[in-house]
């Protein structure tokens, strides 16, 4: 076997990989983004625990075929990147989204989650829900918020009780 196809069989096999194992994964069209500008959002990503990769269209089409994603082929056309992200669901779609923002150049294309594709709505309203941390600050506040009242109207009842 040639040494090109033993690495394109590594490259499949690690792209079947990140796919089956992510909770989350955002397509982008990255043309037209300089050097500095991918520097800047990889480290971004990384800090985030999220991966962005390139690969080749025909290995990604092949692998998501043989894990039953469907729909993707239409989007597998031109320069793509992906990101994967293995634990916070929000993260790639709030980071891909804000970049193209500020850089006009980075578009999304589609996600996949749940076994489902996602439209470019989908992962733009991803993006503009808060993130994890601060979704779990929310939780806690209106939590606290309950027991808070619920301590009050306990010490009601028993101040009414002593009386």
Same mark, same amino acid.
Do not use: N, R
């Given at each position: 076997m040639s040494v090109n196809k033993e690495a394109k069989i590594a490259l499949y096999e690690e792209i079947k990989e990140k796919l089956s194992k992510a909770t989350h994964v955002v397509m982008v069209d990255y043309s037209g983004v300089n050097v500095e500008e991918i520097t800047a959002l990889r480290s971004e990503c990384r800090a985030a625990g999220v991966e962005y990769k390139v690969y080749k269209n025909t290995l990604v089409s092949r692998a998501a075929k043989e894990l039953g994603i469907v729909g993707w082929d239409q989007f597998l056309e031109g320069t793509n990147a992906f990101a994967f992200s293995y634990e916070d669901v929000v993260a790639p779609s709030k980071i891909l989204y +804000?970049? &193209? /923002? /500020?850089t006009e150049k980075c578009t999304i294309k589609c996600g996949y989650? =749940? &076994?489902?594709v996602t439209t470019v *709505? +989908? +992962? +733009?309203?991803?993006? /503009? #829900?808060? $993130? /994890? =941390?601060?979704? !779990?600050? *929310?939780? !806690?506040?209106? #939590? *606290? $918020?309950n027991v808070r009242n619920l301590a009050y109207a306990l010490n009601a009842i028993k101040e009414k009780m002593e009386a």
């Open positions: +804000e970049f &193209g /923002k /500020k989650m =749940d &076994g489902k *709505q +989908e +992962e +733009e309203a991803l993006a /503009k #829900l808060p $993130g /994890k =941390d601060a979704l !779990i600050v *929310q939780l !806690i506040w209106a #939590l *606290q $918020g």
